[in-house]
């Protein structure tokens, strides 16, 4: 998914941009989400998420995410990334991991 794709997810409604401000009102941060019907269950899916001193914000905008999520009738959240978000949350249950060869 390019950056093309997911602006023109947000600028046609099918997905929604989240932005982070700092107590100045500068963006600190970007998340993208789109509800999506998997196998009859809704979820709120995370697109993308970029940011810097995430400790200072994720938590909010998980509380935010799921506020959203819960209002909507989404039962999750869901997102694909690196292992390494696995630190981030631990209590996430993981789904899958993909894998690129190159040939």
């Known amino acids: 998914m390019s950056s093309g794709d997911l602006w023109q997810m947000c600028r046609s409604g099918s ?6 401000l700092d107590d100045e009102g500068q963006p600190i941060a970007t998340i993208i989400l789109q509800f999506q019907n998997w196998s ?15 400790s200072f914000w994720l938590p909010q905008a998980m509380e935010f995410a799921s506020k959203m999520a819960r209002e909507n009738g989404a039962s999750c959240l869901v997102a694909d990334g690196r292992e390494g978000w696995a630190r981030v949350f631990p209590g996430a249950k993981r789904l899958r991991v993909t894998y690129e060869i190159e040939v």
Do not use: D, P
């Open 40 to 54: 009859g269950k809704s979820v709120l899916r995370c697109l993308s998420i970029a940011g810097e001193e995430m």
């Open 15 to 20: 997905a929604f941009l989240v932005a982070v």
